[in-house]
Nanobody, 116 residues
Framework: QVQLVESGGGLAQPGGSLRLSCTASGFTFSSYAMSWARQAPGKGLEWVSGIDSDGSDTYYADSLKGRFTISRHTTRNTVYLQMNNLKPEDTAVYYC?????????WGQGTKVTVSS
């Protein structure tokens, strides 16, 4: 059974940091590219960041470069999203995504709220 379980969301103050985690099971994690997407209240899904299956390349939405860092730990089957200098507009539900060919899996999301 394929599972992607996100964690690490919560309430953060503007300028603060959070680290999201997504732990995978039920498929060969090291063969999948991983990414994060988010959905702000009342808005559509926005791609945030991605990382190749072997971690050699990372990608970011232009608006987030320099604040967010994606990484993966193969033996832990986990992908991370380090979010620094958080802004109120980063408030959203953050989803983890795994892709390989036609296989495309999503987690249930973790909520991030940035507010003072």
């Amino acid at each position: 059974q394929v599972q992607l379980v996100e964690s690490g969301g919560g309430l953060a103050q503007p300028g603060g940091s959070l680290r999201l985690s997504c732990t995978a099971s039920g498929f060969t994690f090291s063969s999948y590219a991983m990414s994060w997407a988010r959905q702000a209240p009342g808005k559509g899904l926005e791609w945030v960041s991605g990382i190749d299956s072997d971690g050699s390349d990372t990608y970011y939405a232009d608006s987030l470069k320099g604040r967010f860092t994606i990484s993966r730990h193969t033996t832990r089957n986990t992908v991370y999203l380090q979010m620094n200098n958080l802004k109120p507009e980063d408030t959203a539900v953050y989803y983890c995504n795994a892709v390989r060919g036609v296989n495309n899996y999503w987690g249930q999301g973790t909520k991030v709220t940035v507010s003072s």
